[in-house]
Every structure is written in C-alpha cells, then in structure tokens.
C-alpha cells in the first residue's frame, strides 16, 4: 500500500486529535461522551471541513466498516486535489447507522463528497496497525456476514475490547513519563 503524504501528515493529526478526546484530566475514558457532543456541533463543524479536516472527521469515529480494503487503499495513495469523490468509494464502505444523518449533512456541502472520502480514508488508517503504528491486529472479517454484526458496538457505542486497549495503551504511556501505574 502506497500512502501519500497527505495522508501520512493527516495520520498523525487524526491520531492526535482522537486521543485528546479520549481521557479527561483525571485519566478517566470520556471519548464517547467528547464524541457525541461534538456530533452534536455538526452545523459548526461542517464550516471546518477544509481548514481542519481532521478534527471534523473524528466525528466519524468507529461510523465505517470498510468491506473492499484495496479501494480504500487506493484512496490513501491520493493527494488532497486527487481524492476521489465520495460516490465511487461509497460502496466500499459500510456506514453505521447512527452515521448516515451526518453523512447526509456533509453530502448537501460543496466539498462534502471530498470530505466524505477524506474522512473514510483515516477511519481506515486509523484501524490498520501498520499505518496506525499500533501493535493490535486488525479486526477479523465477519464470517456468517449477520449485517447487525458489522457494528459489533457495546451500548455505550464503543468497540468491544477497544476501550481496554486505549485504557492500557494511556496507562503505558503514563509510566513513560514518570507517573507509577495504576492498580
């Protein structure tokens, strides 16, 4: 897989902007909360799409299952002026239901099919472990095909597994800088 540097440069940002959501100031996981307020903003953050399009497409978060990786690959090997639009890789890309309100938003927007793309394309970074420098493997396909698998989401809206993953991962990197670990 070939990534641009645009998507490389959005990785980290994206990256950055998630996990400034995730803990408040006293470590506790508030990365569902953060993101269903700022959903919440969707009229405000629509304005933001080109300035800062990764931290509106946050708003995205854990919203795509992405069933023909080799077309979301050839989406990251694009620079910014060449994505293409949203319609040629919407089939490719399975958005939850809680997210096709927004999708619709961003859609009625000059540049929302752009953003759309842009969106999907570090969702899908965002979840494989090389281009996320994470170590977790990528999830493994639904075998029966049960499309109310596909968002395989607990009630509070999170990947099952992802929030100790992310507690652990913050627990990490606390002891690196010098604070004992929690028990």
Do not use: C
Not at 4 to 20: I, K, T
């Amino acid at each position: 897989m070939n990534i641009s540097p645009f998507f490389l440069d959005l990785r980290s940002a994206y990256q950055s902007e998630l996990e400034d959501l995730t803990f408040d100031s006293e470590g506790r996981d508030v990365l569902r909360q953060r993101l269903a307020d700022k959903r919440k903003e969707i009229g405000f953050l629509v304005q933001m799409m080109e300035l800062s399009p990764e931290m509106v497409a946050v708003v995205f978060h854990q919203g795509f299952k992405f069933s023909a990786p080799a077309v979301m690959d050839d989406v990251l090997g694009h620079e910014a002026d060449e994505l293409p639009e949203w319609s040629s890789v919407a089939d490719a890309v399975q958005v939850a239901p809680w997210a096709r309100e927004m999708v619709d938003v961003f859609l009625k927007e000059p540049r929302g099919e752009w953003f759309l793309t842009l969106a999907a394309g570090l969702e899908y970074m965002a979840g494989k472990p090389v281009a996320a420098g994470a170590s977790q493997a990528e999830d493994d396909e639904d075998e029966d095909g049960d499309e109310a698998d596909e968002f395989d989401v607990d009630d509070n809206g999170e990947d099952q597994g992802d929030g100790q993953a992310r507690k652990e991962a913050a627990d990490d990197w606390m002891v690196e800088q010098g604070f004992d670990r929690k028990d």
